[in-house]
């Protein structure tokens, strides 16, 4: 009986409908977290659990059910990557924009170039060896920032490039979305493609993220002065958290909008957003300083203050500075509205579902073929390779076999000047008629003791004289590139912890497969795969480098925070160095 098309009639679901959505979000959580604590890839248990519920394994849900959960599942994926632009820090990326852009061309590169040896290892055609390639050159952002807080290395100057790096990596993936899309819409059993089609979604992008920067540089920066300079006369609504939220959620909407009808990513939009507010907060908090001096940003800097005594003998605490409209100026920042309204059920629902909508597309039955699994292994070896690799940028190296000339030259002149300044000491010493051996022995011997940075500082130095050396220090390693760790610990670290491939090589893979990509019928019909075994070797690759990333990235470091126990015992250097230190 045809139904009212006006309305759409309330039915209440059935039990079995309640407790197959309970208990999928139930599983979908509690595996999280288990893998989580343990080996820091908990989506791969949601991967493992969207494969029982979804068509692939138990098809305890319906078809309309899995398009809605993929449908909640990608506004999850905006917020994740909306996350990562949140958490970006424009100095830290300052300082070290060389070195990630470094880290991160080579992360991407290797693997997209290696590649192409599916050409030969599954009779892969260029299109499907590019596209696999798109999908295995992202990072994981999600595993990445997971395993760094656990580890504590998150705020160190090794984390800052580890996650810089990551990030570029996956907004280089975030435009292959896009371009997968675009490959997508011609035909896909063509082994060439136009160049227009990869081109013209990496120039949107960059005219997409260059067009936002102008904005915020000479629009915003602008007003944002201009108000601050007003005296801070901001009305009142604007200052509350349901204010900031709604601005905050139209912000990510409409350049989400405006990026998708501009022909590139959306998920690339989100982290723009989100690297946005990052940098109004940012702005912000360098005006409020300006405003309320040096003076009023050292007492905020050092808020413990000793008492002081008036002539009663009370202790009285010295009167705070005026008050110069901070309290009439104090906006919400992008991280206080996201946890207070966001974080909860986005990482609890929207994420889970987004991973289990993932799950939905691999084809778990017919990957365990014994075609299949060999050469998903030697591919993920191959793919671990193509971003360990990116460690070679924190590797010292010595050119023993070819020497510098200019260098032995230098060296030259330093020894002769220094045996010139010697002797001319000796000469000065003889006609004192002083001894400097024993003139050397009656000086007192200063008593020196070994940081934890194996640099030498006397043991009568105050505490306050140590912090000051340590802030130097930093601000020293803030304006330039410190020097390469003379360990490999750090580039071991870097590079494992590229491993993690996770939630944007799984998207590009499934947007290949379901663009029909991976489907393609190969003009040769002696292939020892078809095309859709190839999309099974690219997830057993991406699943494997997932796996294994976080694992070897945990065993390392807690390898390294024993000894970096031992060595503060003994006092030698940390096995880290500088880049160990927090910036």
């Not at 690339?268 to 690297?275: V, W």
Request: net charge positive.
């Amino acid at each position: 009986m045809a139904t009212s098309q006006g309305a759409f009639a309330y039915e209440e679901p059935g039990i079995s409908t309640i407790l197959n959505l309970t208990g999928l979000l139930l599983a979908l959580n509690l595996l999280s977290s288990v893998l989580d604590k343990f080996l820091y890839c908990g989506l791969i248990g949601q991967l493992l659990v969207g494969i029982l519920w979804g068509t692939p394994g138990a098809q305890w849900l319906d078809r309309d059910t899995e398009i809605v959960i993929q449908q909640l599942g990608y506004l999850g994926l905006i917020m994740l990557v909306y996350e990562g632009g949140l958490s970006t820090s424009i100095k830290s990326l300052r300082a070290n924009i060389n070195l990630s852009l470094s880290v991160a061309l080579t992360g991407i590169s290797v693997p997209i170039g290696m590649s192409f040896i599916l050409r030969d290892l599954a009779s892969a055609s260029p299109l499907q060896a590019f596209a696999a390639g798109a999908a295995l050159s992202a990072t994981s952002l999600g595993t990445t920032f997971t395993i760094l807080s656990t580890t504590q290395l998150i705020t160190t100057r090794l984390g800052t490039v580890t996650t810089t790096a990551a990030m570029l990596d996956d907004v280089v993936g975030l435009v292959m979305v896009q371009i997968i899309s675009n490959l997508g819409g011609s035909d896909p059993s063509s082994s060439s493609f136009s160049a227009i089609t990869v081109i013209r979604p990496l120039f949107v992008s960059i005219g997409f993220a260059i067009f936002v920067f102008l904005l915020c540089k000479f629009g915003l920066r602008t007003l944002l002065r201009k108000i601050f300079e007003a005296g801070y006369k901001l009305p009142s609504f604007a200052r509350t958290d349901q204010f900031a939220f709604v601005a905050h959620t139209c912000l990510l909407a409409g350049i989400v909008s405006a990026a998708t009808y501009s022909g590139t990513s959306s998920l690339f939009a989100a982290y723009i957003a989100g690297t946005i507010i990052s940098w109004f907060d940012a702005s912000i908090s360098d005006c409020v300083k300006t405003r309320l001096g040096p003076a009023t940003s050292q007492a905020q800097a050092c808020p413990q203050v000793e008492p002081l005594e008036n002539n009663n003998g009370q202790s009285s605490s010295p009167e705070p500075p005026p008050n110069h409209g901070t309290s009439s100026t104090k906006v919400p920042t992008g991280q206080l509205i996201y946890e207070k309204y966001f974080q909860e059920p986005v990482h609890r629902i929207l994420i889970p579902l987004f991973f289990a909508s993932i799950g939905f597309a691999i084809p778990i039955t017919k990957m365990f073929r014994g075609s299949i699994v060999w050469r998903g292994v030697v591919y993920a070896i191959l793919m671990a390779f193509g971003k360990m690799v990116t460690g070679i940028w924190l590797v010292r190296f010595s050119p023993v076999l070819i020497p510098n000339p200019v260098a032995i030259v230098k060296k030259f002149a330093t020894f002769l000047r220094q045996t010139k300044d010697s002797s001319e000491e000796r000469e000065n010493h003889k006609s004192k008629g002083k001894n400097p051996q024993l003139e050397l022995k009656c000086q007192p011997a200063p008593n020196w003791t070994t940081n934890h940075q194996g640099e030498n500082t006397p043991k009568s130095a105050s505490p306050t004289t140590r912090n000051t050396q340590l802030a130097a220090h930093k601000n020293k390693n803030n304006s330039s590139a410190p020097p390469k760790p003379k360990s490999l610990y750090p580039p071991a670290i870097l590079g494992l912890a590229m491993i993690a491939r996770g939630e944007v090589g799984y998207l590009i893979a499934s947007l290949a497969e379901s663009q029909g990509i991976f489907s393609a019928k190969q003009s040769d019909s002696s292939t020892s795969l078809s095309s859709s075994d190839i999309y099974l070797v690219i997830i057993w690759a991406i699943s494997i480098c997932t796996l294994i990333g976080p694992i070897c990235v945990g065993m390392l470091v807690r390898r390294v925070k024993k000894m970096q126990k031992t060595k503060a015992n003994l006092g030698s250097p940390d096995p880290l160095g500088v880049w160990g230190l927090d910036i």
